[in-house]
């Protein structure tokens, strides 16, 4: 497993993400030496869902308003239908997937995740994969929309769905390796 000591990763979630999304990648990013947080709209503990059950919680380190994306090597969002489509109306989660865009650093989003790169306007002309359901509205947002377990299309990785969890990870983590 190559090891990223002292990178910086922040998550941006609320509930609704899907566990396995948040968790699997979280725990290899912390394994591989990265320092991990967790942004959300407020402080109090996040509901994680199975599909339609609900999973484990966690209690997030900071509110958005709170994230200088400066202090962050790379940005990871979750699926789960209802974390993403949450988070695309909230003005400080779009600003921070901007300033990662902006910065060049790497950006992973899994599942539905890609529905807030695309909120932020941020994936015309990339090419991106995810969650069958919301292709349609990669492609309007001018994205070029692949079925592959992980797209990396510069320092942006995407993928489909919790089975793609262990490619979307090592792809996110090389990534801040080349950082």
């Known amino acids: 497993m190559p090891m990223i000591d002292k990178s910086k990763v922040l998550i941006l979630a609320t509930d609704g993400f899907e ?9 290899s990013l912390i394994d591989a030496g990265a320092e991990v947080t967790l942004a959300s709209i407020g ?41 993403p489509d949450t988070m695309r109306m909230e003005e400080e989660a779009l600003a921070i997937v901007r300033a990662f865009f902006a910065a060049d650093k790497p950006v992973a989003a899994i599942c539905h995740g ?20 919301i292709r349609t509205d990669l492609r309007n947002a001018g994205a070029e ?35």
């Open 43 to 83: 402080t109090d503990p996040i509901q994680g869902k199975v599909h339609d059950k609900d999973g484990e919680t966690i209690t997030p380190d900071l509110t958005l308003g709170a994230v200088n994306a400066d202090d962050y090597d790379a940005l990871l969002i979750p699926g789960g239908v209802a974390n």
């Open 19 to 27: 566990n396995s999304e948040l968790f699997k990648p979280r725990a």
């Open 114 to 133: 890609p529905w807030l790169l695309a909120e932020a306007d941020v994936i015309d002309g990339r090419t991106v994969t995810s969650w069958p359901s």
């Open 145 to 179: 929309v692949v079925d592959k377990e992980v797209q990396v299309d510069g320092r942006l990785i995407t993928s489909r769905k919790p089975d793609d969890i262990p490619a979307f990870t090592e792809a996110l983590i090389r990534s801040i390796e080349g950082v």
